[in-house]
């Protein structure tokens, strides 16, 4: 149907209308206040629940569905066929049957919070009110929700984030470059990691023991037909906690900002939540009730960083003749087979057969051949009580009670990061962890050896936290959490390299006395210790004779290595070390890897993305075992070149500015202007605090970075502030879609409004909800 400005106006909410809420208790109130954020007053956490959900339902219905749809297997029905593979895969991993299971398992509060919740999304689906425009376009209707929908998209959202793609990024690798050339495939530490626990230590990693590893990489090289004599998923975030020694204020303060790919809408929406029980405010996830990652309730505030640990382990499984069974340690183990489909809107319904072994589902490979890998991922093998934690944060009176309200924890590993009104802070890696050896980490291990099986859990109080630590600050950044040697369990093998979380502490250090009002400042910060280690290297090397190449050299010492949007020669930087690891991955022939079967999981892992991260740490050592013959010097001579050649000209910020697409704006590139909010130029990369960053087999445009920033004045809690990178509504046409974009942009915040009467003082919009039968 033809979109225009009239259709997608007529399709929004009226936000001051009195509506019934059938099931509600007693009346709620709605106040949005200048940014269209809602602060949601109800009688009990009953209606409270029902209240959020018809709320997120008003606001992101059309999100929620979508969300909704890719965890259980039918985006594709919307999509189409870009959209077929990622339904397969959540089919084959079981994800809806794994959701019902939880939801069954729940207990009282739970179960009562996801019913509530889900009863007002319905209330707002079947209340008569204009549906949001997409299903215009699609010319579909939403389904109803029903209370496991909530796991589901809370699941989806984690969807295997971490160790499965390095260690399917190393096994495809293998064949390639050998396993001591695959054992140097992993994000580099900088030349030391920084832990997070204790607060500023550093540490050496430990290397691959290939002597351990041998049994995987013979029957991996075997599978792949190799003779064995021989030879994605960009994001993180940063937070930090200063306690009262440390801070201007003398109480605690948080501050930071989770990193994703930016999707539209945004999967956080701010939002303010009271009841008699509690009073919360800060980002929920469309489609799910509570506050899982970030928020205060008066009494405690927090905030989480994805703590890289490895919850997913990868099985190579050898299968009979017709691969009715699996070798296994006690002899062969039976094979569940079955027969599913999916439909593809503007195509064929796609069948397919999902395999699963003792361990999980085959994700890779074809049984039929005799070898497949399948996946044991904490995410699914066993029943997960995540959702009970929920209600329980929201009554936690400080740091050790909610770290204790988050036991059980295990959808997606976390940093959880806290400080209280009686002035403590702390950090406690809130997952759940199986034992197993430190092998598992590396790649695919033989399905057939018992030794690599999972050996119970690690206990909650085994978890690393620490409390009040000497020195009074916390620092979080997707960095190592604490030395490999330092915790009994094996815990992680890859995580982020520590630039951002040194740069903050290095900002906090120098700065004295930390106020909230200074977190906007580290949130900006655009050092790039990465263009600085180029830099030296390019000081190092003789200039090239080419004039332009020399040129680009020149210009490169003379900057300081700050990705400013309104610098020229971060773009050049950019130019140079793109090419740079596109000779690694030609002269290592790795840029073949990709087009490996266990690089072809969804959604792919691109060579040149991943070696962006190697690439630091090869060049620190002056490691050219994987340049084929090369030097660096003739690596960078010849990456000069390359560079040399690009167009230059422009400033970081306009070739680098996001471009925010709408998931039907493919679909219906007519109705892209009206459906894609507006971006602006933005600095930073990657390896900034600032991160926004950028794929390097994509080019120079920011593809994923801050979804929000946030600091909590714990105890003033009126002094909060926070922003999201589009706006508060996920509704085309609204006011509020886009209208804190100029402040993200600027790396400025907006008010968190908490007190009651400030906020009914700023409200533009006053909603009644009312019981009715």
Same mark, same amino acid.
């Given at each position: 149907?033809?979109?225009?400005?009239?259709?997608?106006?007529?399709?929004?909410?009226?936000?001051?209308?009195?509506?019934?809420?059938?099931?509600?208790?007693?009346?709620?109130?709605?106040?949005?206040?200048?940014?269209?954020?809602?602060?949601?007053?109800?009688?009990?956490?009953?209606?409270?629940?029902?209240?959020?959900?018809?709320?997120?339902?008003?606001?992101?219905?059309?999100?929620?569905?979508?969300?909704?749809?890719?965890?259980?297997?039918?985006?594709?029905?919307?999509?189409?066929?870009?959209?077929?593979?990622?339904?397969?895969?959540?089919?084959?991993?079981?994800?809806?049957?794994?959701?019902?299971?939880?939801?069954?398992?729940?207990?009282?509060?739970?179960?009562?919070?996801?019913?509530?919740?889900?009863?007002?999304?319905?209330?707002?689906?079947?209340?008569?009110?204009?549906?949001?425009?997409?299903? *215009?376009?699609?010319?579909?209707?939403?389904?109803?929700?029903?209370?496991?929908?909530?796991?589901?998209?809370?699941?989806?959202?984690?969807?295997?984030?971490?160790?499965?793609?390095?260690?399917?990024?190393?096994?495809?690798?293998?064949?390639?470059?050998?396993?001591?050339?695959?054992?140097?495939?992993?994000?580099?530490?900088?030349?030391?990691?920084?832990?997070?626990?204790?607060?500023?230590?550093?540490?050496?990693?430990?290397?691959?023991?290939?002597?351990?590893?041998?049994?995987?990489?013979?029957?991996?090289?075997?599978?792949?037909?190799?003779?064995?004599?021989?030879?994605?998923?960009?994001?993180?975030?940063?937070?930090?906690?200063?306690?009262?020694?440390?801070?201007?204020?003398?109480?605690?303060?948080?501050?930071?900002?989770?990193?994703?790919?930016?999707?539209?809408?945004?999967?956080?929406?701010?939002?303010?939540?009271?009841?008699?029980?509690?009073?919360?405010?800060?980002?929920?996830?469309?489609?799910?009730?509570?506050?899982?990652?970030?928020?205060?309730?008066?009494?405690?505030?927090?905030?989480?960083?994805?703590?890289?640990?490895?919850?997913?382990?990868?099985?190579?499984?050898?299968?009979?003749?017709?691969?009715?069974?699996?070798?296994?340690?006690?002899?062969?183990?039976?094979?569940?087979?079955?027969?599913?489909?999916?439909?593809?809107?503007?195509?064929?319904?796609?069948?397919?057969?999902?395999?699963?072994?003792?361990?999980?589902?085959?994700?890779?490979?074809?049984?039929?051949?005799?070898?497949?890998?399948?996946?044991?991922?904490?995410?699914?093998?066993?029943?997960?009580?995540?959702?009970?934690?929920?209600?329980?944060?929201?009554?936690?009176?400080?740091?050790?009670?909610?770290?204790?309200?988050?036991?059980?924890?295990?959808?997606?590993?976390?940093?959880?990061?806290?400080?209280?009104?009686?002035?403590?802070?702390?950090?406690?890696?809130?997952?759940?962890?199986?034992?197993?050896?430190?092998?598992?980490?590396?790649?695919?291990?033989?399905?057939?050896?018992?030794?690599?099986?999972?050996?119970?859990?690690?206990?909650?109080?085994?978890?690393?936290?620490?409390?009040?630590?000497?020195?009074?600050?916390?620092?979080?950044?997707?960095?190592?959490?604490?030395?490999?040697?330092?915790?009994?369990?094996?815990?992680?093998?890859?995580?982020?390299?520590?630039?951002?979380?040194?740069?903050?502490?290095?900002?906090?250090?120098?700065?004295?006395?930390?106020?909230?009002?200074?977190?906007?400042?580290?949130?900006?910060?655009?050092?790039?210790?990465?263009?600085?280690?180029?830099?030296?290297?390019?000081?190092?090397?003789?200039?090239?004779?080419?004039?332009?190449?020399? *040129?680009?050299?020149?210009?490169?010492?003379?900057?300081?290595?700050?990705?400013?949007?309104?610098?020229?020669?971060? $773009?050049?930087?950019?130019?140079?070390?793109?090419?740079?690891?596109?000779?690694?991955?030609?002269?290592?022939?790795?840029? *073949?890897?990709?087009?490996? $079967?266990?690089?072809?999981?969804?959604?792919?892992?691109? $060579?040149?993305?991943?070696?962006?991260?190697? @690439?630091?740490?090869?060049?620190?050592?002056?490691?050219?075992?994987?340049?084929?013959?090369?030097?660096?010097?003739?690596?960078?001579?010849? *990456? @000069?070149?390359?560079?040399?050649?690009?167009?230059?000209?422009?400033?970081?910020?306009?070739?680098?500015?996001?471009?925010?697409?709408?998931?039907?704006?493919?679909?219906?590139?007519?109705?892209?202007?009206?459906?894609?909010?507006?971006?602006?130029?933005?600095?930073?990369?990657?390896?900034?605090?600032?991160?926004?960053?950028?794929?390097?087999?994509?080019?120079?445009?920011?593809?994923?970075?801050?979804?929000?920033?946030?600091?909590?004045?714990?105890?003033?809690?009126?002094?909060?502030?926070?922003?999201?990178?589009?706006?508060?509504?996920?509704?085309?046409?609204?006011?509020?879609?886009?209208?804190?974009?100029?402040?993200?942009?600027?790396?400025?915040?907006?008010?968190?409004?908490?007190?009651?009467?400030?906020?009914?003082?700023?409200?533009?919009?006053?909603?009644?909800?009312? $019981?009715?039968?």
């Amino acid at each position: 149907m033809p979109l225009d400005r009239a259709t997608v106006e007529a399709a929004l909410p009226d936000l001051d209308a009195r509506l019934p809420l059938p099931g509600l208790s007693a009346p709620a109130t709605v106040l949005r206040d200048e940014w269209g954020i809602p602060h949601i007053r109800a009688a009990t956490s009953r209606d409270a629940w029902m209240a959020l959900g018809f709320v997120h339902a008003q606001d992101r219905l059309f999100q929620m569905d979508l969300t909704r749809r890719r965890a259980i297997g039918r985006a594709a029905e919307w999509l189409g066929a870009p959209a077929a593979e990622s339904d397969i895969l959540v089919r084959r991993l079981g994800m809806e049957a794994a959701c019902r299971r939880d939801f069954a398992a729940l207990g009282g509060a739970a179960r009562e919070m996801l019913e509530a919740y889900s009863a007002g999304v319905n209330a707002w689906i079947g209340g008569g009110q204009p549906r949001p425009v997409e299903y *215009a376009l699609l010319q579909d209707a939403p389904d109803l929700w029903e209370p496991w929908h909530s796991i589901a998209v809370m699941r989806r959202l984690g969807l295997l984030m971490g160790s499965v793609w390095f260690k399917l990024w190393r096994a495809a690798a293998l064949p390639v470059v050998g396993p001591e050339g695959a054992a140097k495939l992993r994000y580099d530490d900088s030349g030391a990691d920084l832990l997070c626990i204790p607060p500023g230590a550093e540490a050496e990693r430990l290397q691959a023991d290939l002597a351990a590893l041998a049994p995987a990489i013979r029957a991996l090289l075997e599978s792949m037909g190799k003779n064995t004599g021989g030879d994605e998923v960009g994001g993180g975030s940063n937070n930090w906690a200063v306690g009262p020694t440390r801070s201007a204020t003398g109480r605690p303060v948080l501050a930071g900002d989770p990193h994703r790919v930016f999707e539209i809408p945004n999967m956080y929406a701010q939002h303010h939540l009271a009841c008699d029980a509690f009073d919360m405010i800060g980002l929920t996830v469309p489609g799910v009730p509570g506050f899982p990652h970030f928020a205060h309730n008066g009494q405690v505030a927090y905030c989480v960083t994805h703590a890289f640990m490895d919850i997913h382990d990868l099985f190579l499984e050898r299968f009979d003749a017709d691969a009715s069974h699996t070798e296994a340690p006690d002899g062969p183990a039976p094979v569940m087979r079955r027969r599913d489909s999916i439909r593809i809107r503007g195509g064929e319904a796609r069948a397919f057969e999902i395999v699963e072994t003792r361990h999980g589902p085959v994700i890779a490979g074809d049984p039929a051949s005799g070898s497949a890998i399948a996946l044991r991922s904490v995410q699914f093998a066993e029943t997960d009580l995540s959702f009970e934690c929920l209600p329980r944060m929201t009554t936690a009176s400080g740091v050790e009670a909610l770290f204790e309200a988050t036991r059980g924890w295990g959808l997606i590993d976390h940093n959880l990061v806290a400080g209280d009104t009686e002035g403590h802070i702390g950090h406690l890696v809130r997952a759940r962890l199986p034992r197993r050896p430190r092998s598992n980490g590396w790649l695919p291990v033989p399905g057939w050896m018992s030794r690599h099986d999972w050996q119970g859990w690690i206990a909650h109080e085994e978890m690393p936290r620490s409390l009040d630590p000497e020195g009074g600050i916390i620092v979080t950044a997707n960095n190592r959490v604490v030395a490999d040697d330092a915790h009994p369990d094996y815990l992680c093998t890859d995580c982020h390299p520590p630039y951002r979380a040194r740069r903050i502490a290095a900002r906090l250090a120098e700065g004295g006395a930390f106020a909230p009002e200074d977190a906007a400042g580290i949130h900006a910060d655009t050092l790039s210790p990465n263009a600085l280690l180029l830099r030296e290297r390019l000081a190092a090397s003789p200039a090239p004779e080419e004039p332009a190449a020399a *040129a680009l050299r020149e210009r490169l010492l003379a900057w300081d290595g700050r990705m400013e949007a309104d610098a020229e020669a971060p $773009p050049a930087y950019i130019a140079l070390r793109r090419a740079l690891t596109a000779i690694l991955a030609e002269r290592s022939g790795l840029a *073949a890897a990709g087009a490996s $079967p266990l690089a072809q999981v969804t959604p792919g892992i691109a $060579p040149q993305n991943q070696l962006w991260w190697t @690439l630091p740490e090869l060049l620190r050592r002056d490691d050219a075992s994987l340049l084929g013959g090369w030097s660096w010097r003739e690596a960078l001579q010849a *990456a @000069l070149a390359r560079a040399a050649a690009a167009p230059a000209g422009e400033s970081w910020g306009a070739v680098h500015q996001p471009r925010f697409t709408h998931p039907l704006s493919p679909l219906f590139p007519e109705a892209a202007a009206l459906l894609d909010p507006p971006s602006r130029p933005v600095g930073g990369d990657g390896d900034t605090v600032l991160a926004n960053g950028l794929l390097c087999a994509g080019g120079p445009t920011a593809t994923y970075g801050a979804l929000a920033r946030y600091v909590f004045d714990v105890g003033n809690w009126d002094a909060c502030q926070w922003v999201v990178f589009h706006g508060a509504s996920g509704q085309p046409g609204s006011a509020h879609y886009a209208d804190q974009n100029e402040a993200w942009s600027a790396t400025r915040m907006v008010p968190m409004r908490y007190a009651w009467k400030g906020i009914e003082q700023a409200a533009r919009h006053r909603q009644d909800l009312v $019981p009715a039968a």
